[in-house]
């Protein structure tokens, strides 16, 4: 049975969060997508804070898609401060965002982020991301059956 995945959406952008989200619907995937419209916003849910704290409402995510430019707490401060938490350091993290200014990027990929996407213009471009999203990273997830074979 497949258990779906998780994913964490971080951007305040209503229009981008919900074509991301009808993309995702209309590849037929079994993905979750939780949002959080920022930074501090997404501390908590990761950290279980309330009102984030139910786990069964509130899954870890397998992978946080974010936006740079998110209100309280940036994408990068964002970034960074997962990377400096041993629980969340192998998070996936797709950034997701519409800038494509280099310095940006390479901030990102210093806080070795998985992947630096640009928001794309269209539906069907959202799309295309999604498919490419699902495949490569959602794809090769391990079931908890493997999960639990795979503990020594």
């Known amino acids: 049975m497949d258990r779906g995945s998780n994913i964490l ?77 041993p629980e969340f350091r192998s998070l996936i993290v797709i950034v997701f965002t519409s800038s494509s200014q280099q310095h940006e990027i390479d901030a990102a990929y210093g806080l070795q982020v998985n992947c630096y996407l640009t928001k794309p213009a269209s539906l069907t471009e959202t799309t295309e991301l999604a498919r490419a999203i699902n495949r490569c990273w959602l794809g090769h997830l391990p079931s908890p059956l493997e999960l639990d074979r795979l503990r020594f």
């Open 9 to 85: 959406l971080v951007d305040d952008n209503d229009d981008d969060a919900f074509f991301l989200e009808k993309a995702f619907r209309t590849l037929g995937s079994n993905t979750h997508i939780f949002r959080c419209i920022d930074g501090r916003e997404a501390q908590q849910y990761l950290l279980g804070e309330p009102p984030f704290a139910d786990r069964g409402f509130f899954p870890l995510p397998d992978i946080m898609v974010l936006d740079l430019k998110i209100p309280h707490v940036s994408g990068l401060e964002l970034l960074k401060w997962i990377r400096e938490h």
